[in-house]
T-cell receptor, first 114, second 110 residues
Framework: EAQVTQNPRYLITVTGKKLTVTCSQN?????MSWYRQDPGLGLRQIYY???????DKGDVPEGYKVSRKEKRNFPLILESPSPNQTSLYFC?????????????FGPGTRLTVL | KNEVEQSPQNLTAQEGEFITINCSYS?????LHWLQQHPGGGIVSLFM???GKKKHGRLIATINIQEKHSSLHITASHPRDSAVYIC????????????FGKGTHLIIQP
């Protein structure tokens, strides 16, 4: 089944403890992206990647890192999480980095930073 | 002012009613997406538009590039249509990400 998977789905952690949220897609998509969703603010893009070893900042990249060493994986790294990074995170992918490709979303990761 | 504005923010309707959700944007775009977020949180893509009109089942999406406006219509609405509907635009012609509206929370009552 074609899908985008994220792990973990739920995570409660403490300030400063490094964490990684994994994202993997099995559709051989070139474009992958991370978003966060917050009440009243909607979805906002954190980082995106147009292909292996190519990443770029979105609208809210501060406090996050990403890497794209393999086409299928695009992990989101929080080196020193803070409470303002408590949010619902979505990974998404599309076939090509062009405007007309459908985006496929992962199921979301709900992160709480205490 | 947000680059992507949706209206209404909340909408409650009776089963069978014709539903319209609006999206206005203030930037040049290469494509507009309509997304549906289920009560459980999952997001699915409904439509991508760069011009004209698209139809899928009971859902119809239109876009007017000159007026920078798009509408999502649901005909013969059903309680299972209850969800948050999100408009998102892709700016320019490059591989920039999506800029999202804040969503319209739709409840269809039986």
């Amino acid at each position: 089944e074609a899908q985008v998977t994220q792990n973990p789905r739920y995570l409660i952690t403490v300030t400063g403890k490094k964490l990684t949220v994994t994202c993997s897609q099995n559709m051989n998509h070139e474009y992958m992206s991370w978003y966060r969703q917050d009440p009243g603010l909607g979805l906002r893009q954190i980082y995106y990647s147009m292909n292996v070893e190519v990443t770029d900042k979105g609208d809210v990249p501060e406090g996050y890192k990403v890497s794209r060493k393999e086409k299928r994986n695009f992990p989101l790294i929080l080196e020193s999480p803070s409470p303002n990074q408590t949010s619902l995170y979505f990974c998404a992918s599309s076939l090509h980095p062009t405007p007309h490709n459908e985006q496929f979303f992962g199921p979301g990761t709900r992160l709480t930073v205490l | 002012k947000n680059e992507v504005e949706q209206s209404p923010q909340n909408l409650t309707a009776q089963e069978g009613e014709f539903i319209t959700i609006n999206c206005s944007y203030s930037v040049g775009i290469s494509a507009l997406h309509w997304l549906q977020q289920h009560p459980g949180g999952g997001i699915v893509s409904l439509f991508m538009l760069s011009s004209g009109k698209k139809k899928h089942g009971r859902l119809i999406a239109t876009i007017n590039i000159q007026e920078k406006h798009s509408s999502l219509h649901i005909t013969a609405s059903h309680p299972r249509d209850s969800a948050v509907y999100i408009c998102a635009v892709r700016r320019g012609g490059g591989a920039d990400g999506l800029t999202f509206g804040k969503g319209t929370h739709l409840i269809i009552q039986p």
